[in-house]
Nanobody, 122 residues
Framework: QVQLVESGGGLVQAGGSLRLSCAAS????????MGWYRQVPGKERELVAA???????KYADSVLDRFTISRDNAKNTVYLQMNSLKLEDTAVYYC????????????????WGQGTQVTVSS
């Protein structure tokens, strides 16, 4: 079993920054891709960023130039540095992790965190 715990969400003014952290525990040797989804009420959950254990990354187009995902494999922790935040970034951000799947970049996560709220104000 794998448990994911997010932290770092909060309220931030537009143009500001936040850094999210997600610590994985349990059978972490099973994990390959880790990253972040986000969701707002009435909309489907969308992939924000993903990073494989080997280092490959993927970003949603809407955050490509503003967010940076990083990963510390030794600590089983993934981070999301969010800069130049916009109102439309407001969402619940969920850490996610996936067991090894060929050619997958967190398309079908096997594990989810509880989510952390990010609210961007004008």
């Amino acid at each position: 079993q794998v448990q994911l715990v997010e932290s770092g969400g909060g309220l931030v003014q537009a143009g500001g920054s936040l850094r999210l952290s997600c610590a994985a525990s349990g059978s972490t040797f099973r994990l390959n891709a880790m990253g972040w989804y986000r969701q707002v009420p009435g909309k489907e959950r969308e992939l924000v960023a993903a990073k494989r254990s080997s280092g490959g990354t993927k970003y949603a187009d809407s955050v490509l130039d503003r967010f940076t995902i990083s990963r510390d494999n030794a600590k089983n922790t993934v981070y999301l540095q969010m800069n130049s935040l916009k109102l439309e970034d407001t969402a619940v951000y969920y850490c996610a992790a996936e067991r090894w799947v060929a050619a997958s970049m967190l398309r079908n996560p096997d594990y989810w965190g509880q989510g952390t709220q990010v609210t961007v104000s004008s």
